[in-house]
T-cell receptor, first 108, second 114 residues
Framework: TQLLEQSPQFLSIQEGENLTVYCNSS?????LQWYRQEPGEGPVLLVT?????EVKKLKRLTFQFGDARKDSSLHITAAQPGDTGLYLC????????FGAGTTVTVRA | KAGVTQTPRYLIKTRGQQVTLSCSPI?????VSWYQQTPGQGLQFLFE???????NKGNFPGRFSGRQFSNSRSEMNVSTLELGDSALYLC?????????????FGPGTRLTVL
């Protein structure tokens, strides 16, 4: 049973559109991390959020951590084909507990 | 700074054999964790090493083992391979253990068991 539920499972959009990926947890984690993974490669760390209510921006990516530190979202503005990949959220206590991931495809 | 390196990148074995995978962490990182990624189960934690000691272990059978050397490099071993062990094995390093220490992943070793 996944401790973290990600939705949607798949997302296909046109270049220039916006998208949001959600991550909901049944547990409170000390921190939560978002990764992007491309086929055949390891996950690449995008951001770490720690404080409830925290919002972090990384160029066109905006990450939010819920007040109760049990949910998070990733919003991409004006998506580009280079944003294509598997987006994973992971709760960090002493190990990373991953959601199943959201496969994002941005069509040119 | 060089990232996490894993060798080999690809490996094909047959059932019953054993395999050893290697991971070199980012320079200065002393904690190494191993994860298994499969299409059905996603990413699952195997174990974590720090200062040559296994600190935590996930819910995997005893056929999965690991160790860490004094230079923080780590190896994991899988004995008596089963078809279900086919997976991408990922190593992640962090400066030290703990929930607030970010983990950085290597490219993985793709293991295929025939």
């Amino acid at each position: 049973t996944q401790l973290l539920e990600q939705s949607p499972q798949f997302l296909s959009i046109q270049e220039g559109e916006n998208l949001t990926v959600y991550c909901n947890s049944s547990s409170v984690f000390s921190s939560l991390q978002w990764y992007r993974q491309e086929p055949g490669e390891g996950p690449v760390l995008l951001v770490t959020v720690v404080t409830g209510g925290e919002v972090k921006k990384l160029k066109r990516l905006t990450f939010q951590f819920g007040d109760a530190r049990k949910d998070s979202s990733l919003h991409i503005t004006a998506a580009q084909p280079g944003d294509t990949g598997l987006y994973l959220c992971a709760g960090n206590d002493y190990k990373l507990s991953f959601g199943a991931g959201t496969t994002v495809t941005v069509r040119a | 700074k060089a990232g996490v390196t894993q060798t080999p990148r690809y490996l094909i074995k047959t059932r019953g054999q054993q395999v050893t995978l290697s991971c070199s962490p980012i320079s200065g990182h002393r904690s190494v964790s191993w994860y298994q990624q499969t299409p059905g189960q996603g990413l699952q934690f195997l174990f974590e090493y720090f200062s040559e000691t296994q600190r935590n272990k996930g819910n995997f059978p005893g056929r999965f083992s690991g160790r860490q050397f004094s230079n923080s490099r780590s190896e994991m071993n899988v004995s008596t391979l089963e078809l279900g062990d086919s997976a991408l094995y990922l190593c992640a390093s962090s400066f030290k253990p703990g929930a607030y220490n970010e983990q950085f992943f290597g490219p993985g070793t793709r293991l295929t068991v025939l």
